[in-house]
């Protein structure tokens, strides 16, 4: 393949929007989903053309990083896995080049074969022009803490992307203590944010940030509620004499970016702003299982400076991915 690399849309007249969380579905994925029953949302993450072109443009949305659903290759064996992302990534790269100033991507990664998960990403980033990784959390139930993934993490270094940690499903032995009659909190009503809060803070203590002081790591809604409780987690961590040579709150705050995916909230805005500053925040806004002009129309109105909104809305973006 050759790659041809994509130019932004630029609109003279209006606020340029890209929104750097927004999902589709391969065939490659989607053929090990089980579940195949037609949907709504099945028909949308299917479409990489038309029907997605055509709610951007009604939302006002110029440009879009496209990333693998979850939970995308990182919960097969690991040959299976290897395969499958790369038929993902190659998808995705078609459908980049059939619409390359509306469309760009973040790699599926073969997590469960960490060293071949590098080295798609790799492939990705050099060949595909892809701007980084989206992983959908924990890999057949395992943190990305985990040392046997650290090839993964440095190889996004050496390559100066960033990787996109998405939420997973809790575990089951999670999900049935805490939600067992609950269904409704089991995934985005609750679950989501609880596994990548965890997940997060594990990659600050197992020492992750202190090997690579480079690594970028990007987060959807708005961090998860981590801008909320950075404080309170950073003081009983020095409380409980975990050794690490700098304050929680000071890793988050260096090596984590937030996305507004899914979290249109003004007063949640504005506390991810004061604690990590305008230039860590980013537009997203998690299509299709969020409405693109749902997403628009709020970053249009909460309160914000002009330039500041920009910023948000596609600056920001554009110099953390390089666009």
């Known amino acids: 393949m050759c790659f041809l690399k994509p130019a932004i849309l630029i609109n003279e007249t209006a606020m340029k929007i890209i929104a750097i969380e927004e999902h589709f579905t391969s065939p490659a994925v989607f053929a090990h989903l089980g579940n195949t029953k037609a949907s709504g949302i099945m028909t949308k993450l299917r479409d990489m053309g038309a029907l997605r072109l055509k709610e951007m443009d009604e939302a006002g949305i110029d440009y879009a990083l496209l990333s693998e659903n979850n939970p995308a290759a990182q919960n097969l064996a690991p040959d299976v896995a290897i395969a499958t ?20 991507g973040f790699a599926t990664l ?18 595909l022009g892809f701007k980084g990784a989206m992983i959908m959390g924990t890999s057949n139930g395992q943190f990305l803490s985990d040392k046997e ?17 998405h939420p997973s499903p809790v575990m089951p032995a999670v999900r049935d203590a805490y939600f067992k009659d609950e269904p409704y909190f089991h995934n985005s009503g609750l679950g989501f944010g609880l596994e990548t809060l965890t997940h997060s803070f594990k990659l600050i203590t197992s020492g992750l940030f202190d090997e690579l002081p480079a690594l970028k790591i990007i987060v959807g809604h708005l961090g998860e509620a981590a801008p909320f409780l950075l404080w309170r ?7 409980a004499g975990a050794k690490m040579p700098k304050a929680l709150k000071d890793y ?28 860590r925040i980013l537009f997203s806004v998690d299509w299709p299982y969020i409405d693109n002009l749902q997403g628009t129309t709020w970053l249009k109105k909460t309160p914000l400076s002009e330039k500041d909104r920009e910023a948000i809305a596609s600056g920001n973006a554009m110099k953390l991915l390089k666009l």
Not at 87 to 104: C, K, M, V
Not at 116 to 126: F, H, N, P, S
Not at 150 to 162: H, M, T, Y
């Open 85 to 104: 992302a790369k038929a993902s990534n190659d998808f995705l790269f078609e459908a980049i080049q059939a619409n390359p100033t509306r469309f760009g």
């Open 233 to 239: 987690t950073t003081e009983n961590i020095i409380r």
């Open 252 to 279: 988050y705050k260096t090596h984590f970016w937030l996305t507004t995916s899914g979290a249109f909230q003004d007063s949640a805005l504005q506390c991810a702003i004061t604690e990590m500053g305008l230039d």
């Open 149 to 165: 993934f650290r090839p993964i993490f440095e190889r996004a270094v050496k390559l100066d992307v960033p990787v996109y940690l």
């Open 110 to 127: 073969p997590t469960p074969a960490p060293k071949a998960a590098a080295d798609e990403l790799e492939r990705c980033v050099t060949k």
